[in-house]
């Protein structure tokens, strides 16, 4: 598969789960107040943390992709209600076809005083030219 597919896999999921994506490149900073609750940014950040060589110029390694969401909290009643929606988004992603994990935990901090990004690295689709 490529990585266009798994893009597609994880966006399927992020739809899915209520989730709509920052358009124009934009990030969770700096996108329109119109995507301030559940918008994303997920992007693919290089390969995983290990890369297999072997004879012949033949290599093996998984795709790594960032996504971060955003989410509005105007007290910390909410904010706790969004930790759990978080969670239960990084559960879903773990069911996505080709997973293999998570690069590091997941983060979830404050961007503002009415504003959390939750961070995830995500691991799929293990790739070979052997």
């Not at 893009?7 to 107040?33: D, F, H, M, Q, W």
């Not at 390694?61 to 209600?81: I, Q, T």
Request: glycine letters at 8%.
């Amino acid at each position: 598969m490529s990585v266009s597919n798994y893009k597609t896999i994880l966006e399927a999921i992020l739809s899915s789960n209520g989730y709509r994506e920052i358009p124009e490149n934009k990030t969770v900073t700096t996108t329109a107040i119109s995507h301030n609750h559940k918008s994303y940014s997920l992007k693919w950040s290089g390969t995983g943390t290990n890369i297999e060589y072997y004879t012949s110029g033949k290599l093996a390694y998984e795709n790594a992709f960032e996504l971060v969401v955003k989410y509005k909290n105007m007290n910390s009643g909410e904010r706790d209600s969004n930790a759990q929606v978080f969670l239960d988004l990084l559960n879903s992603l773990s069911y996505a076809s080709g997973f293999l994990g998570f690069i590091d935990g997941a983060k979830f901090e404050d961007i503002d005083t009415k504003h959390t990004q939750g961070t995830i690295k995500v691991l799929i689709g293990a790739e070979s030219n052997c």
